[in-house]
């Protein structure tokens, strides 16, 4: 993490989590060997930069139900309405300080974190880095194969723009999962994404 307030302003640290207990503690590493605490450091004072990438957890930060659910559901209120409320604007700046910073370390990464940006940028506004954002995922689909990453980053690219393109490349992506047996969890959650933004953009098939 980045230091934002405070006497240790813009100081690089580490958020260590004690196993079991889920209690966080802001920690900076003297010359590799020795850990402090920064006790005056709060959650709030700090952004995150990057994540370790040992083992699952990485992917568990990421996959935010709460944040990435409702961004969602904000922007379904906001296609209804042209609007976006207080609590979705606060929640759309809630995910640009803890994502905004990030360093992605690889494309499934990449495509959870653009995600949720994307969407935050669009609820809140701002057009210029929408549109960096936007054109840089854009250039990342000829590369992203694989299908769960490529379809969050078309039905997100879709939903954020109603382009007709990203709306038929996502369904040749998701499509398919429909007929699927007992498709995966995070596959449902795609295709009930995609349904939402049809419904959303008056795009439903009859």
């Known amino acids: 993490v980045r230091i934002t307030s405070?006497?240790?302003t813009g100081m690089e640290a580490e958020v260590v989590i004690q196993p079991g207990g889920g209690h966080k503690d802001v920690m900076a590493r003297i010359l590799d060997c020795m850990w402090v605490p920064l006790l005056e450091v709060k959650p709030g004072e700090y952004e995150l930069i990057e994540l370790n990438t040992k083992g699952k957890h990485v992917y568990?930060?990421?996959?935010?139900?709460?944040?990435r659910e409702g961004l969602h559901d904000a922007l379904g209120r906001y296609h209804a309405s042209g609007s976006v409320s207080e609590e979705d604007t606060r929640l759309?700046?809630?995910v640009l300080r803890s994502y905004g910073s990030l360093r992605?370390?690889?494309d499934v990464m990449r495509c959870k974190i653009y995600s949720l940006l994307l969407s935050a940028y669009k609820l809140l506004g701002d057009e210029e880095e929408f549109i960096r954002l936007h054109d840089t995922m854009r250039g990342m689909l000829p590369v992203v194969k694989a299908p769960q990453s490529r379809a969050l980053l078309?039905?997100?690219l879709y939903g954020c723009t109603d382009s007709a393109l990203y709306r038929q490349m996502a369904h040749e992506v998701v499509d398919p999962w429909r007929g699927e047996s007992s498709p995966k969890k995070s596959k449902l959650s795609l295709i009930r994404r995609l349904?939402?933004?049809d419904r959303w953009l008056k795009h439903e098939i009859s």
């Open 195 to 197: 349904d939402d933004c």
């Open 104 to 106: 992605a370390e690889t």
């Open 154 to 156: 078309l039905v997100t």
């Open 6 to 8: 405070g006497y240790f």
């Open 92 to 94: 759309a700046l809630e």
């Open 60 to 67: 568990t930060h990421l996959d935010n139900d709460r944040l």
